[in-house]
């Protein structure tokens, strides 16, 4: 992108790339609406005694068709790459067909090999929750997105598996590292408080964010998330959910903060 954005005027930069955004946010947002649609379809052939079989058979296909399409998407990046094309402009990318078409194939997983109904309520909140997150790695500042991620990952965890698996071997396990995955995270993003966005390993200088980023209240987020984690080790699981909320109203806090930072 670096080298296409070098020829073109300010103005005129801005405008592509204003126009690339754009376009990647409707394209996702179509693709969150015909999921949604698709899903309640699906749901709709399953309550349906003569188009049970059909629905099921189908949906196991194109699960593989999708998981095809995901492998056909990662062959298409590396082509490109290695032809030296510039995708870093494209709306249907390698990497963004690949992603889409992943999601796809879990929506037909979850629905073909799992209890429908415990997997419609699942999708109509993931579907959304990952458009959502898309759209803040396209619109807001790059050091927020890890933060957003790891919120929603809580929430998920919290929702689908702590809840019901409080006390046993497997819930140690994954609170274990999720705490350690976290205390990584802090010390990482404290790291780039300190040293402006980047590293110098072994003699090289590796960036990974903007000298001026906002790490700080990333920081922030990520000690309320490791708070939250370990507040599951003695809340019971009954109230669980407030834990899920807590973090989901972490992240929304810090869309607005940095939503206010874009004014």
Partial sequence: MERFVEILPDNKQKTVLTNLVTNKMIAVMCFACFAILLIMGIRAGYQSA?????IYTANKVLMFVMLAAAVFGIVKYFVDRAKGRDTSMQVFSGLF???LALMLAFIFYEMAYTDYISATKLLYLLIPAIAALYLIRLI?????????????????????????NQGTTAFMICQIVLLALLTLCIVFFILMDIYGGALTVGGNRYRFFPPDGRFRPVIIALVLFLAITIALFFVPSVYMMYCAYAAAAVVFGFVVYFTVLML
């Fill in 97 to 99: 067909i690949t992603g």
């Fill in 50 to 54: 003569s188009a049970f079989r059909f």
């Fill in 140 to 164: 807001y500042r790059p050091e927020f997105f890890p933060a957003a991620l790891a919120g929603f990952v809580i929430a998920l965890y919290i929702w689908r598996f702590a809840r019901y």
